[in-house]
């Protein structure tokens, strides 16, 4: 049986991906493990899948002066070495890194010990943690044409990005009762990311009385962002998170406002789901999230709405811009060639040999 060791964390986006992967893995015979951090999104989300899991001490590369960047390449180099102790025990034949800080300690630990190592790169320029690890990977797969730019030649694969085949089954009926809603008024779905935005959040719980007179609301807030006193407001529900009711809540949506992360607009995409992307703003990210949105705004896939921008008139008129036309958003999204990218994915780990 061979082993394979999936790695990533800090953000559902860096999970997600590997999730989606679990399935087509366990058809091959894999034995899987992940490695994450002590106690990131990543562990709750793996130990559902009974997936066994091995934590590392974590730090973050912070772009802004922080006290903790003296002390987080400590945790680093800590990960790095129980990294060490972990794969040594593991023996795995092939790693798969999603990408974010936790994932670096790992693939640099693997290619000490010329265990073969393949990355994905999600957005349209490699993150920090990504771009530190790409001289040790064997290859890379991208998930926009225009990353391959950045990426060395002889290590890039264009494979978009895997989505999980359980989002293809969600029934909107299931979906409208979950929630208590009625099929007469349309539903827009909110997902302010894992640890959800203060921005949108603020906004879309500012304007709850002018939007629940035309629209039912989902709103997916991110971990300890609940309003309780919104719980008994009729047409407006709240989620820190959801994950098996996910498919159903992005099946009874008419529209979806999201952050530009690319996992979550690939999932979109791929959903044919009409979407107003809210990119996180240049000043606090480096800028990936906007790239992302500008790429699918073009595409003519979503409507994109700044956040500096953000207002109740604003929004309110881009609700109504992609409700009127939301049509011709499914019609260019229907023309896409981005393809669910497990098969080729999996084909890859498959044919990457062990000890190159």
């Given amino acids: ?15 997600t991906p590997c999730i989606a992967l679990l399935p087509e893995l366990q058809k091959e015979g894999y034995d899987i493990q992940y490695i994450g951090s002590y106690n990131g999104i990543e562990r709750k989300l793996i130990e559902e899948y009974n997936i066994p899991y091995h934590g ?51 693939v640099l630990a693997a290619k000490k010990y010329k265990i073969p190592v393949i990355i994905h790169e999600s957005d349209m320029t490699p993150g920090l943690a990504n771009r530190l690890a790409i001289p040790s990977a064997t290859k890379i797969c991208a998930n926009f044409p225009e990353t391959v730019k950045y990426l060395p030649p002889e290590k890039a694969v264009l494979t978009g990005t895997p989505i999980r085949k359980e989002l ?6 299931r979906g409208l009762d979950f929630c208590g809603f009625s099929a007469n008024k349309p539903v827009i779905l909110i ?39 919104l719980n008994e407001m009729s047409g407006y529900v709240q989620y820190e998170y959801s994950k098996s009711e996910l498919s159903d809540l992005l099946a009874a949506a008419d529209l979806v406002i999201s952050r530009a992360g690319a996992n ?6 791929a959903l044919r ?23 699918f705004e073009r595409q003519g896939y979503s409507f994109v709405l ?9 929004l309110l008129q881009s609700i109504k811009t992609v409700m009127d036309t939301k049509q011709e958003f499914i019609n260019a999204m229907n023309q896409s060639e981005l393809n669910n990218s497990i098969d080729t994915i999996v084909k890859l780990i498959k044919e990457t040999p062990r000890n190159l």
């Fill in 1 to 15: 049986m061979k082993r394979i060791v999936l790695t990533g964390g800090g953000t559902a986006g860096h999970v």
């Fill in 56 to 106: 590392i001490s974590s730090g973050k590369f912070r772009r802004y002066f922080d006290p903790k960047n003296f002390s987080d390449p400590f945790k680093v180099m800590k990960g790095y070495l129980e990294a060490l102790k972990i794969l040594k025990q593991l023996k795995p034949d092939i790693i798969f890194s999603k990408g974010g800080f936790v994932s670096v300690p790992v």
């Fill in 306 to 314: 700044k956040e500096e921008d953000l207002s109740l008139t604003n």
């Fill in 264 to 269: 979550a607009i690939c999932e979109l995409l």
């Fill in 168 to 173: 293809f089954c969600g029934n909107k009926i």
């Fill in 273 to 295: 789901k009409p979407n107003i992307l809210i990119p996180l703003p240049a000043a606090s990210s480096r800028g990936d999230q906007i790239l992302n949105a500008e790429s």
């Fill in 191 to 229: 997902i302010g990311g894992s640890s959800g935005s203060r921005a949108i959040n603020e906004l879309i719980r500012g304007m709850l009385p002018t939007l629940l007179r035309d629209y039912q609301i989902i709103h997916l807030c991110g971990k300890g962002n609940l309003d309780e006193r």
